[in-house]
């Protein structure tokens, strides 16, 4: 399934992807309004930039244990509340030309919903630059306990506002 697929595809409020595709594809839904959850394959390995952008009703969506990378710009602007990323995640990507993925500048949109973002994996070794900028303070950060120090220092350089903050899982 390639970029840009279903973009802008109103009629989907639901989508099972079938379980051979190991990448999710850039914009795949982008600006689909009406999509409202999403499974992923169990051997999905990627999730690239824009895969769910502004999808502002998507409320649910599972990402496999077996996903490695993930482009933060690939949620911005979409209706998720919580963000649950998995135990094998080893790098986390700005997908979205080193611009900050959450604010409301370079006409992008705001994720207005986004609350909690959980971090499960205890291998993640790169945090790209501005993959966290431009969320709301209302937003918090849960990391795995015995990594909490290193992952704050990650997600500082990165970029994340000293005002969102960071707990442990």
Do not use: W
């Not at 966290?132 to 997600?155: A, D, E, N, Q």
């Amino acid at each position: 399934i390639g970029k840009g697929a279903f973009a802008e595809c109103l009629r989907i409020k639901r989508f099972n992807f079938p379980e051979k595709i190991k990448k999710i594809d850039e914009d795949i839904f982008t600006g689909n309004y009406n999509l409202r959850s999403v499974k992923l394959p169990q051997k999905v390995k990627r999730i690239m930039g824009g895969a769910f952008y502004n999808c502002k009703n998507l409320k649910k969506i599972e990402i496999p244990e077996s996903v490695t990378s993930v482009a933060m710009a690939a949620f911005a602007g979409s209706g998720i509340k919580k963000l649950i990323l998995p135990h094998n995640l080893v790098k986390i990507q700005n997908g979205d030309y080193g611009y900050k993925v959450f604010e409301k500048k370079h006409g992008l949109f705001p994720t207005k919903n986004l609350r909690v973002i959980e971090i499960h994996s205890k291998k993640l070794k790169k945090i790209e630059k501005n993959s966290f900028g431009g969320l709301t303070r209302k937003v918090v950060i849960k990391v795995p306990k015995s990594k909490k120090k290193k992952y704050t220092k990650m997600l500082r350089k990165s970029g994340l506002s000293k005002k969102i903050k960071i707990k442990s899982l």
